[in-house]
């Protein structure tokens, strides 16, 4: 089955634009995530969505970011007036949750990451 | 809160050598410890991952890692390093609840010829 796929695979972006980024999950993954990867950085958690509950927004640096996700499955982060400093490597990753048996009641999710998009802001 | 922290950013070691590369977390309950890898310009790929059961666990590429509830470690190890380990490779902690999770800031895997 196909993997996570986010699309463009590169982009650059004058300051002051707005870009849209997109992630396709693996289906029937009910969580979905976007991460941001500064140069020489880790990950820096942006959202995370699971299922019809509300995201999980505490990570999205500035107002001028944003993201959605429709029908449960494909997801944009959109960034509005786009900064150099917002130049990153965006990762999305989905996942299912796996039951763990030998802990009952107890269960987690293992993610699954796409090849990302790197943005240049110029 | 859980957290976790990677011992070194860069790692160089020869090929043919010992790869450790150092992870402790912390957490308020039993952790869901996972070791990912990043080549150049790819996303994350999972190496390993421990949830419950034997403390040793084995990945892909000869990669294994023992977790150490004493110590609050989740170590990496390979017994002899080959050029194709160069790489980022981050350890990783699932949060209480089971859904979101908290990323080491990454080790950089060198291997000298």
């Known amino acids: 089955g196909a993997g996570v796929s986010q699309s463009p695979s590169n982009k650059v972006t004058e300051k002051g634009k707005d870009v849209e980024l997109r992630c396709d999950p693996i289906?029937?993954?009910?969580?979905l995530y976007w991460y941001r990867q500064s140069l020489g950085q880790g990950l820096e958690f942006l959202i995370y969505?699971?299922?019809?509950?509300?995201?999980?927004k505490s990570g999205l640096p500035s107002d001028r970011f944003s993201a959605e996700r429709t029908g449960g499955s494909v997801s944009t982060l959109t960034i509005q007036r786009t900064q150099q400093e917002d130049s990153a490597v965006y990762l999305c990753?989905?996942?299912?949750?796996?039951?763990?048996?030998?802990?009952?009641?107890?269960?987690?999710?293992?993610?699954?990451f796409g090849p990302g998009t790197r943005l240049t802001v110029l | 809160a859980q957290s976790v922290t990677q011992l070194g950013s860069h790692v160089s070691v020869s090929e043919g050598a010992l790869v450790l590369l150092r992870c402790n977390y912390s957490?308020?309950?039993?952790?869901?410890l996972f070791w990912y890898v990043q080549y150049p310009n790819q996303g994350l790929q999972l190496l390993l991952k421990?949830?419950?059961?034997?403390?040793l666990v084995k990945g892909i590429n000869g990669f294994e890692a023992e977790f150490k509830k004493s110590e609050t470690s989740f170590h990496l190890t390979k017994p002899s390093a080959h050029m194709s380990d160069a790489a980022e490779y981050f350890c990783?902690?699932?949060?209480?609840?089971?859904?979101?999770?908290?990323f080491g800031a990454g080790t950089r895997l060198f291997v000298k010829a």
């Open positions: 421990y949830t419950t059961g034997a403390t």
């Open positions: 990753a989905s996942s299912a949750p796996r039951r763990d048996r030998a802990r009952s009641g107890s269960s987690y999710n293992e993610q699954f």
């Open positions: 969505f699971q299922g019809n509950s509300a995201p999980d």
């Open positions: 990783a902690v699932i949060n209480t609840g089971g859904f979101k999770t908290i």
């Open positions: 289906s029937g993954h009910t969580a």
């Open positions: 957490s308020s309950v039993p952790p869901y």
